[in-house]
């Protein structure tokens, strides 16, 4: 199986999976509850970009996280430009890409093991544990099934086209 989890042995890696997950639900009700600023869009970014470097990644690693969900960010970003305005817009898109970073380095720092023991544990659901471990895993497989679409187009000289580009991955997934 192809999982997110990165070794390592930083502080962040020696947490506990359950106060991991406690953790980023606390930063994830905070962020939701606490009105939109550039003080807090800010002050995300900046917590999601320390907590990288103290979980042993770089700036370079931060960045290609965040630019790995450029796609939703534009679905995340379009319609809060039209519906709440483009200031108020921009501020819920920086939070919302703040806590995806966030909860992204959970799973980068966290076996899915240990998320599924503890989701087994907490819900006494066999079944339910494994069904969040295969979906865990499968965000990764799936994202390295496009990693490589987007390779072998390059490779052949094809211009980028997203509904070319989903489609193959959406082919290919089916043969999966």
């Known amino acids: 199986m192809i999982s ?10 020696g947490l506990p999976a359950w106060l991991k997950l406690a953790l980023l639900a606390v930063i994830l009700v905070a962020l939701s509850l606490v009105p ?9 970014v900046f917590l999601s970009l320390v907590v990288f470097v103290v979980a ?4 370079g690693e931060y960045l290609r996280t965040a630019w790995r969900f450029r796609f939703l960010v534009l679905v995340i970003a379009l319609p809060q430009l039209f519906l709440v305005g483009v200031e108020e817009g921009i501020l819920n898109t920086v939070v919302i890409l703040s806590g995806l970073l ?5 799973t980068m720092t966290t076996k ?5 023991d503890l989701i087994k544990k907490a ?3 066999d079944n339910f544990a494994l069904l969040i471990g295969l979906s865990i895993n499968s965000i990764a497989v799936v994202g390295s099934i496009a990693a490589g679409i987007i390779e072998a187009g390059k490779a052949r000289g094809v211009r980028p086209s997203s509904v070319r580009q989903l489609t193959n991955l959406f082919v290919v997934s089916l043969r999966q």
């Open 123 to 125: 819900t006494r659901s």
């Open 102 to 106: 966030i909860a992204t380095l959970v």
């Open 4 to 13: 997110l989890y990165r070794p390592g042995v930083s502080v962040v890696h």
């Open 36 to 44: 939109k600023s550039v003080l807090l869009a800010g002050s995300s």
């Open 56 to 59: 042993g990644f770089s700036v």
């Open 112 to 116: 899915t093991s240990e998320i599924v």
